[in-house]
């Protein structure tokens, strides 16, 4: 069974960073397409940033030159390296992949910025 376990979170101050990491298990050798996604209260979920086994990068443009996504495929893990936090980025952030046509999710991780 595929299973995602973020972690990471926690209290930063605006202009600080955090490293977020997500292990995932349960699919064998496969390397799949990770994501990280984001929910602040009230809000609907939104991606922050994916990468694909091979290819190209993609970051939403709020995150764009603040965060880096990376992963390494010997420990099955994906991170997230978010700098110059702000008040806005206070979020549950979420690891997602797709392993044979279903969606996986973790149960995310808290991150608050205080300004």
């Known amino acids: 069974q595929v299973q995602l376990v973020e972690s990471g979170g926690g209290l930063v101050q605006a202009g600080g960073s955090l490293r977020l990491s997500c292990a995932a298990s349960g699919m064998g050798s496969s390397i799949n397409t990770m994501g990280w996604y984001r929910q602040a209260p009230g809000k609907q979920r939104e991606l922050v940033a994916t990468i694909p086994s091979a290819g190209t990068i993609n970051y939403a443009d709020s995150v764009k030159g603040r965060f880096t996504i990376s992963r390494s495929n010997a420990k099955n893990t994906v991170y997230l390296q978010m700098n110059s936090l702000k008040p806005d980025d206070t979020a549950v952030y979420y690891c997602?992949?797709?392993?044979?046509?279903?969606?996986?999710w973790g149960k995310g991780t808290l991150v608050t910025v205080s300004s």
């Open positions: 997602n992949t797709n392993f044979w046509g279903t969606y996986y």
